[in-house]
């Protein structure tokens, strides 16, 4: 028992994880992925977000070397510089996303405004930190971090822009900071100095930390090549399928228009209850499960749910998940309404057809094709004898034992034998029902 507890308690903690991740860094929380700007959108959002936990890492960073024993007094200032700086900068940032979620101006300067600040940001640490021993590599990997940030963007012009200027400022540091650059020159010509500089192991370092620099650049750029790519594809798949959603329920919604008003005259209530409860009757008399039955008692009245689908016609104006799934539902309620429909008008059918002398084999055998499943027969078979029994345009109410004769002579082909057997065996039953309705 309690390691059940544990594993609940352990699967209720990582669900509240994965929700807190999908709220702050879900690329797709609640958005519409055919709207590039609500995109962007979000996207400025997760990396804003990406820029707070990164400006925290930089802090303790700071903090970390202000308590030091060789720490100096530049760097107390500069760690109680960043507070304020960091608080400014995802302020600024704040503001400008959520300035005009719509605006796609307001977004893309929000964009490079923290793509700058991820790869100036990651310069400048590296710049305090690349003189200690210990802080040089970690922070050196922050630049390589900042194109990682950036690539999250899946921008393809804003991942090269950043690229060049990064390369820039990668060989700048790597002349100016990681080797001095000026003390090697050592007064000696451009002349002088190539070849010396060339055969120098600092000169091989800095080759392949450059090259390994643009062959990592070349692969996020692949990747972030693919991810656009595959994003584009997926968003023009999903405007394919809303205009086909659309044009779909509208073509279902005009199709049930008409299949639910050309048959008014077979929603009735009173009629629908009498058939209902005389089908729950005769399966349970023909031995039927009480699935079997309650599956019957569902069917017999699901026409009469057409209320539930009219927004179907006349209420969609949005495509998005929640209502293709809403439309899904409905579509597969409307599927149902139809058939039950199709059930009635096949008793309307055959009942009329017999009291008009006009059915034939082609006719029994058009109407044996349609719904045979026992469970629409012994429905058909209630509803034929509560139509035979009620007034109709076409006809007058016959009495019961005139019913009952249609049923062991003409009638009886259109039903299980043994069904018919069991409806005539409790006849009296089901007169006393409808009599009593």
């Given at each position: 028992?309690?390691?059940?507890?544990?594993?609940?308690?352990?699967?209720?903690?990582?669900?509240?994880?994965?929700?807190?991740?999908?709220?702050?860094?879900?690329?797709?929380?609640?958005?519409?992925?055919?709207?590039?700007?609500?995109?962007?959108?979000?996207?400025?959002?997760?990396?804003?977000?990406?820029?707070?936990?990164?400006?925290?890492?930089?802090?303790?960073?700071?903090?970390?070397?202000?308590i030091s024993s060789q720490s100096q007094v530049t760097d107390w200032v500069i760690t109680v510089?960043?507070?304020?700086?960091?608080?400014?900068?995802?302020?600024?940032?704040?503001?400008?996303?959520?300035?005009?979620?719509?605006?796609?101006?307001?977004?893309?300067?929000?964009?490079?405004?923290?793509?700058?600040y991820i790869f100036f940001s990651s310069v400048l640490i590296y710049a305090r930190l690349y003189t200690l021993e210990y802080f040089e590599t970690g922070a050196y990997i922050l630049i390589y971090y900042a194109i990682v940030?950036?690539?999250?963007?899946?921008?393809?012009?804003?991942?090269?822009?950043?690229?060049?200027?990064?390369?820039?400022?990668?060989?700048?540091?790597?002349?100016?900071?990681?080797?001095?650059?000026?003390?090697?020159?050592?007064?000696?010509?451009?002349?002088?100095?190539?070849?010396?500089?060339?055969?120098?192991?600092?000169?091989?370092?800095?080759?392949?930390?450059?090259?390994?620099?643009?062959?990592?650049?070349?692969?996020?750029?692949?990747?972030?090549?693919?991810?656009?790519?595959?994003?584009?594809?997926?968003?023009?798949e999903l405007i394919k399928r809303r205009q086909v959603q659309y044009d779909f329920s509208h073509i279902v919604g005009d199709l049930f228009t008409v299949v639910f008003s050309s048959s008014y005259q077979l929603m009735d209530k009173k009629h629908a209850y009498q058939v209902q409860q005389m089908s729950e009757k005769l399966a349970d008399y023909f031995g039927l499960?009480?699935?079997?039955?309650?599956?019957?008692?569902?069917?017999?009245?699901?026409?009469?749910?057409y209320h539930e689908i009219r927004h179907l016609l006349d209420d969609i104006h949005a495509y998005d998940e929640k209502a293709y799934d809403?439309?899904?539902?409905?579509?597969?309620?409307?599927?149902?309404?139809?058939?039950?429909?199709?059930?009635?008008?096949?008793?309307?059918?055959?009942?009329?057809?017999?009291?008009?002398?006009?059915?034939?084999?082609?006719?029994?055998?058009e109407m044996l094709s349609i719904q045979p499943e026992i469970e629409s027969q012994i429905i058909l078979l209630s509803d034929l004898y509560i139509t035979m029994r009620s007034l109709r345009s076409y006809k007058r109410p016959m009495s019961h034992h005139v019913v009952l004769k249609h049923f062991q002579k003409e009638l009886s082909a259109y039903f299980d034998y043994d069904l018919k057997e069991r409806f005539l065996k409790f006849n009296d039953e089901f007169e006393e029902m409808y009599n009593n309705f």
């Open positions: 028992m309690d390691n059940k507890k544990k594993k609940r308690k352990f699967w209720q903690i990582k669900s509240l994880g994965k929700d807190i991740f999908a709220k702050y860094f879900g690329f797709e929380q609640g958005i519409d992925i055919t709207n590039d700007v609500l995109v962007l959108y979000r996207r400025n959002v997760v990396i804003k977000n990406i820029v707070f936990l990164s400006n925290i890492m930089y802090t303790i960073i700071l903090f970390v070397l202000s510089l960043a507070f304020p700086i960091t608080y400014v900068i995802n302020k600024l940032l704040k503001t400008l996303i959520h300035l005009d979620h719509n605006d796609k101006t307001k977004q893309s300067v929000a964009m490079y405004v923290a793509a700058f940030v950036i690539s999250l963007y899946q921008e393809k012009k804003l991942l090269s822009s950043s690229f060049q200027g990064l390369l820039a400022l990668l060989t700048v540091i790597h002349l100016i900071w990681t080797y001095n650059f000026h003390g090697l020159v050592n007064g000696q010509s451009l002349k002088e100095f190539m070849p010396y500089f060339v055969r120098l192991p600092e000169f091989g370092d800095i080759l392949l930390r450059t090259l390994l620099f643009i062959l990592f650049y070349f692969v996020v750029y692949a990747i972030v090549s693919m991810g656009q790519y595959m994003q584009e594809e997926r968003k023009k499960s009480q699935e079997q039955i309650k599956n019957i008692n569902h069917y017999a009245m699901i026409h009469l749910k809403i439309l899904k539902s409905q579509t597969e309620l409307g599927s149902q309404i139809a058939k039950r429909i199709q059930l009635a008008q096949k008793c309307e059918d055959i009942a009329r057809a017999h009291v008009e002398d006009t059915a034939n084999e082609k006719f029994l055998k």
